[in-house]
C-alpha cells in the first residue's frame, strides 16, 4: 500500500537547510519514493490549521518510508533539516 510523508516546514535558515534541499533526492529515490508536491504553499480550505510550506513524498509502502527516514547515510541531512527549520512530519498510508 502507498504511503505518504506530509512534511509542514517553515526554514529558518536557508544557508543551512540548502545542503539538505541538494542531496535529499538521492535519499528519497534509493527507497523507492518521490516527490508528489515539493516546496508548495499552502491555502487552507476550512479550520485552524496554518501550514508554512508543504513537501509530501510518496513510497511504495510504509517500510519504504520507514527505511528512508531511519537511513543510517540520511541522519545528517535530517539533523541538518532540524537545525534549520522548524518542522511537523507526519506518515499517511493511500488507498489499497
Do not use: C
Amino acid at each position: 500500500m502507498t504511503a505518504y510523508l506530509v512534511l509542514d516546514l517553515t526554514v529558518n535558515d536557508l544557508g543551512e537547510f540548502h545542503p539538505y534541499v541538494e542531496a535529499i533526492p538521492a535519499f528519497i529515490a534509493k527507497h523507492g519514493g518521490r516527490y508528489a508536491s515539493k516546496g508548495a504553499d499552502p491555502v487552507v480550505m476550512e479550520g485552524e490549521w496554518s501550514p508554512q510550506r508543504l513537501v509530501i513524498l510518496e513510497f511504495p509502502s510504509r517500510i519504504h518510508a520507514r527505511a528512508f527516514l531511519s537511513d543510517p547515510d540520511a541522519q545528517d541531512l535530517f539533523a541538518r533539516r532540524h537545525r534549520s527549520t522548524t518542522s511537523r512530519l507526519i506518515l499517511v498510508d493511500g488507498e489499497p
